[in-house]
């Protein structure tokens, strides 16, 4: 029982670790490769590019390049370059508008490699290249250009500096993607102070003027209403004439309700005036006795007090029917 756990276990570290061995032996002479996704393997030997391997995968390399795949270890190289999609973002690039004011672009771009061979011999410096070539394309293309256009048109705007390097781009191994102009600001801070200046004095101008046409509108309004109002009182003015002669026309129909109004709107007068005191005596048979007493008695005031007798009531005369017919 023993031998046979010894045997596995020593089964199990032979096959462990001799399969890894074996396979290092195996990458080391070239016989075989591994390649990642969005990687691409480049292989030289004596200053030639043998082949190029993009696609992900498990290759056998003899098959792939002959003979030459087991001395390109010793002899040769092998370059792996990154496929994926990469960006990169230019602050301020210096332009002038046609006006002549001085503004700076940020121009945000995307690129990948597309001929890995090209990208590794034929310049030095690629993406330092690409970031150049990026730069002055948008200096060429965007500068002279009216301001208005600049701040508002920016998808054109891209779509010019995108057409103007990817050509070039293409000559180093580079494919450049999307190109975006996200920011158009001005260099100069005077100038920028300026515009602020102008800026707030634009929008005083404008809340002034917003205000002085809520004043006019609500005096327009106030006025309307006073001058309505007025036109209203004044019909009610002319009427109330008419209405009191009307009452007082059908009073006076009755000559006992005129007489009693007049005595009423006396007395009234006399209670108004200033210092004056008045006592109203009711009808009687004690009425002279009562006042003599009054008369008798000292006032608020100087003058003595002057009793005013009450007019009997009037009684109403019985009402006599006409015969008919």
């Known amino acids: 029982m023993g031998e046979t756990i010894g045997f596995a276990f020593s089964s199990f570290i032979f096959f462990f670790i001799g399969f890894e061995v074996l396979l290092a032996f195996a990458r080391f002479f070239g016989l075989y490769v591994v390649v990642q996704e969005r990687t691409c393997r480049i292989y030289t030997l004596w200053g030639q590019v043998k082949g190029a391997i993009d696609e992900p995968g498990f290759y056998f390399l003899p098959a792939r390049l002959g003979l030459d795949a087991l001395l390109i270890n010793f002899f040769g190289k092998c370059y792996v370059v990154d496929l994926r999609l990469d960006q990169e973002y230019l602050r301020g690039v210096p332009v002038n508008s046609e006006e002549g004011a001085p503004m700076g672009i940020g121009v945000w771009y995307e690129m990948y490699i597309s001929d890995p061979v090209n990208y590794l011999f034929k310049n030095t410096d690629p993406r330092g290249s690409l970031r150049a070539s990026v730069s002055s394309a948008a200096v060429r293309c965007l500068s002279n250009m009216k301001l208005a256009n600049m701040l508002e048109n920016r998808h054109q705007m891209s779509r010019t500096v995108r057409a103007e390097v990817s050509p070039q ?10 190109v975006y102009i996200r920011k158009v600001h001005f260099r100069d801070r005077g100038m920028l102070r300026e515009i602020e200046i102008k800026v707030v004095t634009r929008l005083r101008q404008v809340t002034s003027a917003i205000r002085q046409d809520g004043a006019n509108q609500v005096n327009l309004i106030t006025s309307s209403a006073e001058r309505q ?44 005036a200033e210092g004056a005191d008045l006592t109203i005596i ?14 008798s008695l000292p006032s608020g005031s100087d003058r003595p007090v002057q009793p005013v007798p009450m007019p009997p009531m009037p009684v109403a005369a019985p009402q006599q029917r006409m015969p008919q017919g």
Do not use: C
């Open 169 to 178: 781009s293409h000559q180093w191994g580079y494919k450049v993607g999307s």
């Open 229 to 272: 109002a007025a036109v209203e009182f004044a019909k009610a003015a002319a009427l109330r004439p008419q209405i009191v002669g009307g009452a007082l026309h059908e009073i006076a129909e009755d000559p006992e309700i005129v007489q009693v109004m007049f005595e009423i709107l006396e007395t009234q007068r006399l209670l108004e």
């Open 282 to 295: 009711p009808p009687g048979g004690r009425a002279d006795g009562l006042i003599n007493l009054l008369s």
